[in-house]
């Protein structure tokens, strides 16, 4: 195969913008890596891209804040390795290339999928959860937006790590949030902070993800 196809924003807006094209096939350069993509994310990061509004990112462009594939070439890894990287752009392609040093083997047991959800939006819980809010002194903790991608990785996070753990979500994500180890707040029944207080009795952290 001698061409490459990808999606390309040309002009801000919405959805309508996202073009499919084909060009010439991507070739490494010395230190970067050749990937047959199998899995991207899709953030709001790309959204806020298309609209013209990310800081650093400027029209035309490839979406695509985070990929996981296999090694076609290039150098640090061997040909057929699943790996996954932070790119910011240029993800939403067949192929892609990608500095050596910015891409991670993936675990057998991750799918494609499943490592692609925990580049960008795994990366940001685990540390708003270890870094940002002193993780081993919380005991009981608050997440706004528990439905969304770091929310729910917080709630999940915090089952794990054995903390009381209360999402806010909307009246339709209710059930979500208990399956995923919170208890659930209904951000449309009135006054979410009186809510939590008489839920929980008070919380060690917050975050709004």
């Known amino acids: 195969m001698d061409t490459n196809a990808k999606i390309y924003v040309t002009t801000a ?10 060009e010439p096939m991507p070739v490494p350069r010395a230190g970067e890596i050749l990937l047959r993509v199998k899995a991207v994310g899709v953030a709001f990061a790309d959204v806020v891209m298309r609209m013209g509004l990310y800081p650093g990112v400027k029209i035309p462009f490839t979406p695509g804040y985070e990929v996981v594939g296999r090694v076609v070439s290039g150098e640090g890894f061997q040909p057929g390795t699943r790996v996954a990287a932070l790119t910011v752009t240029g993800g939403y392609a067949r192929y892609a290339t ?9 675990p057998d047991a991750l799918t494609s999928p499943q490592a692609a959800s925990l580049v960008l939006n795994g990366l ?9 809010v002193a993780q081993p002194s919380v005991k009981k903790m608050l997440v706004w937006g528990a439905a969304g991608g770091v929310g729910s990785l917080l709630l999940e996070l915090g089952r794990h790590f054995g903390i009381e753990t209360y999402g806010v979500a909307s009246e339709s994500r209710q059930e979500q949030v208990a399956k995923l180890g919170g208890i659930p707040i209904n951000r449309s029944s009135g006054d979410v902070a009186e809510a939590v207080r008489r ?3 008070g919380v060690d952290a917050g975050s709004m993800a």
């Not at 990608?98 to 993936?106: F, G, L, P, T």
């Not at 940001?124 to 940002?132: G, Y």
């Open 98 to 106: 990608i500095a050596a040093a910015d891409c991670v083997a993936v």
């Open 124 to 132: 940001t819980a685990f540390q708003l959860l270890t870094r940002c």
């Open 13 to 22: 807006g919405g959805p309508e913008q996202l073009k499919l094209i084909e």
């Open 199 to 201: 839920a929980s009795g």
